[in-house]
Nanobody, 115 residues
Framework: QVRFVESGGGLVQSGGSLRLSCAVS????????MGWYRQAPGKQRELVAV???????NYADSVKGRFTIARDNAKNTLYLQMNSLKPEDTAVYYC?????????WGQGTQVTVSS
């Protein structure tokens, strides 16, 4: 059974940094395109960043220049380095394939940025 397990969230002050991890059961190479998503209270889930096996990367405009997506194929792990965090980055962050698969949603990891 495929499982994505997110970790690394927490409470941080505005301007701070966090590094999120997504551990993938099985080979991450199986999934081709992987992405990070987030859902803020009262808002729809949105795509934050995507990366494919060939190194193609794209970011939402709101995080460009501040967030970096990366993957370690040997560890079957996807990462999201988040710098210069803003209160509007507060959300639950998830990883999934892109496009998403309903069965792959994990519990997510909460990121809270205080002003």
């Amino acid at each position: 059974q495929v499982r994505f397990v997110e970790s690394g969230g927490g409470l941080v002050q505005s301007g701070g940094s966090l590094r999120l991890s997504c551990a993938v059961s099985g080979s991450i190479l199986t999934f081709g395109v992987m992405g990070w998503y987030r859902q803020a209270p009262g808002k729809q889930r949105e795509l934050v960043a995507v990366m494919n096996n060939g190194g193609y990367i794209n970011y939402a405009d709101s995080v460009k220049g501040r967030f970096t997506i990366a993957r370690d194929n040997a560890k079957n792990t996807l990462y999201l380095q988040m710098n210069s965090l803003k209160p509007e980055d507060t959300a639950v962050y998830y990883c999934n394939t892109h496009p998403t698969q309903d069965d792959y949603w994990g519990q997510g990891t909460q990121v809270t940025v205080s002003s």
